[in-house]
Every structure is written in C-alpha cells, then in structure tokens.
C-alpha cells in the first residue's frame, strides 16, 4: 500500500509540474515579449495573467503563484522577484507600476493595485465615469503579508516588515516591524 501511495504522490506531483508548465508557455506565447519569468516558477490551477496595453509582467526564479490568482499589468509593470509565494485567490493589478522583492510571502485574498478610482462630494457624475489616481508600489524583500490585506497606491512597504492578517495599508511602512489594522498601524519593531 505504501509503494502505491509513494507512486501516486509522484505522479501528482508530475501532474501539477506539467500542468504548471503549459500555463507557462501559453502565457509567454500570449503575451510575448511582454510577460516573462525565471527558472523553476510555478503556476498552480486557475492562476490568469494579463499584459496589455504595453503592459509587462515579470516573475523572478523560484516563485510561486497559487491557485486562482490574478496578475494583471494593463498599461502598467509588474515585477516580482526571485523565490516569491503568492497564496489563493490574490489580484495584482499594475496600472503604473508594482515592484515585489525576493523572497516576499503574500497569504491569500490580498488584494494589491496601484490605481484608485475618483471620488468627490459631487454625486451627479457616476463613479465609474471619474478619473482614476495612480501611485506606484514598493514592496521590499522579505515582506510578509498576511491573509486578506489590502495594499493601496502609492504605498512603499520597506524589507523585513510582517503585516497582519485583514489589514488595508494605504501609507508607506518603515523596515523591520510588525503592522496590523485598518488602517495599518505599527505595532512594535522586529528584531
């Protein structure tokens, strides 16, 4: 029984290397020469990614995306660096630009974008006909951000930071430190 389940592990895992590596190569063939990635990078089910409008994407070695997340770089630039982890169900939109360091660790459903639709005190114009505001993104090496956080326009968040879970950080973080809330404040200094 053991032989049979070792053998059946390893066809999974062959499974989900060969699925990984057909998404890989309809996306550089999709969107070539505008999406590009490292060795070793892993597209897990249901992952999308667009690059359009002149928009690029690039995924640095080692990294992965997990199931049912979204890149999406329109008009913008998307950079993610060497042995990443983005969890289930994230979206990353780069209307300018967002740049993510080596070794960043984003748990599932954050939700980063680099554009924020308009809003005034004058209702008679529609929200969905204002002008959108775009900042873009830093995030350093080594970040960990927690499940379901926001990260707003215009945000650099510095190397070593750890956010905490459901929090919106919508101003710049200082490195090596604990964040948490909404909107996200310092909680104390990490060692």
């Known amino acids: 029984m053991r032989v049979i389940s070792a053998a059946f592990r390893l066809w999974l895992r062959l499974w989900r290397a060969l699925v990984s590596s057909a998404l890989l190569l309809f996306y550089r063939i999709a969107f070539y020469p505008n ?3 490292g060795k070793d990078v892993i597209l897990q089910k249901g992952v999308r990614i667009s690059a359009t409008d002149g928009g690029k994407i690039s995924i640095g070695s080692g990294t992965t995306i997990s199931a049912d997340s979204m890149l999406i770089a329109k008009r913008g630039q998307l950079s993610i660096g060497e042995h990443g982890f983005i969890g289930r169900h994230c979206v990353v939109v780069a209307a300018t630009e967002i740049t993510i360091g080596a070794n960043a660790l984003i748990a599932e ?9 308009g809003f005034s005190e004058d209702v008679s114009t529609p929200y969905r006909l204002r002008e959108s505001t775009y900042a873009q993104i830093i995030i350093g090496d080594n970040v960990w951000i927690g499940a ?12 070593g930071v750890v956010i905490g879970a459901n929090s919106m950080v919508n101003s710049s973080l200082q490195s090596r430190s604990l964040y948490a809330g909404n909107p996200a404040r310092l909680i104390r200094e990490l060692g």
């Not at 939700?111 to 639709?117: A, E």
């Not at 379901?148 to 190397?159: L, N, P, Q, R, Y």
């Open 148 to 159: 379901a956080c926001f990260i707003a326009k215009g945000v650099t968040i510095e190397s």
């Open 35 to 37: 999406f590009t990635v």
């Open 109 to 117: 459903r954050v939700s980063i974008r680099d554009q924020q639709h």
